[in-house]
């Protein structure tokens, strides 16, 4: 059974652009959630969906947002990059409505903003 | 901010011999989740104890979660070299929805 597909795995974007992350959860896996991971702040949650709905919603800017899709595939996009946007994205899906199941990881998306 | 702070930072062992990692975390949780990463890829999930329980094993894993301490170990035993590895704990508080709040993580070092 196919893995959590995260694309593109890297990316290379200049300040001031936008981007935007794509995740495909495992096959019947409705929740997913999207992490940050840097070398100074280490893993930090972004968002969690359910059902096309946010549920949770990190302590990031608005200029990071994402949605979910009615087959369940997530799309994270950040506006107006600053570099220390850079970092390893991470995303993640779970059977059920919570994390009681445990979470599946992609590859990630490695963002360099120069 | 972090909710579990994990020690050591970094270990290296011998192959045979056992790893302990300890996470400590601050709130109460409904569970707690152990994770392994490679090289700064995705990261693998190992195991999952909950609140209510106070050990698991897996395979060569054994986790044990104390809540009146708010601490967990992870304990590998008789490692192997593939086994190296940053291990992460990660905490999940949500009560609505989940969110995994993660430790910094024991870089593990397996010397063959």
């Known amino acids: 059974k196919a893995g959590v597909t995260q694309t593109p795995r890297y990316l290379i974007k200049t300040r001031g652009q936008q981007v935007t992350l794509s995740c495909s959860p495992i096959?019947?896996?409705?929740?997913v959630s999207w992490y940050q991971q840097t070398p100074g702040q280490g893993l930090q949650f972004l968002f969690e969906?359910?059902?096309?709905?946010?549920?949770n919603k990190g302590n990031f800017p608005g200029r990071f947002s994402g949605r979910q899709f009615s087959n369940s595939r997530s799309e994270m996009n950040v506006s107006t990059l600053e570099l220390g946007d850079s970092a390893l994205y991470l995303c993640?899906?779970?059977f059920g409505a919570g994390g009681g199941y445990g979470y599946t990881f992609g590859s990630g998306t490695r963002l360099t903003v120069v | 901010s972090q909710q579990g702070e994990e020690d050591p930072q970094a270990l290296s062992i011998q192959e045979g011999e056992n790893a302990t990692m300890n996470c400590s975390y601050k709130?109460?949780?409904?569970?707690l989740q152990w994770y392994r990463q490679n090289s700064g890829r995705g990261l693998v999930h190992l195991i999952l104890?909950?609140?209510?329980?106070r050990e698991k094993h897996s395979g060569r894993l054994r986790v044990t979660l104390d809540t009146s301490k708010k601490s967990s170990s992870l304990l590998i035993t008789a490692s192997r070299a593939a086994d190296t590895a940053s291990y992460f704990c990660?905490?999940?508080?949500?009560?609505?929805?989940?969110?995994?709040?993660f430790g910094e993580g024991t870089q593990l070092t397996v010397n063959p």
């Open positions: 993640a899906s779970s």
């Open positions: 096959s019947g896996h409705r929740s």
């Open positions: 969906y359910f059902s096309e709905t946010q549920r």
């Open positions: 709130t109460s949780i409904n569970n």
């Open positions: 104890i909950r609140s209510n329980e």
């Open positions: 990660a905490t999940d508080a949500g009560t609505s929805g989940s969110r995994l709040t």
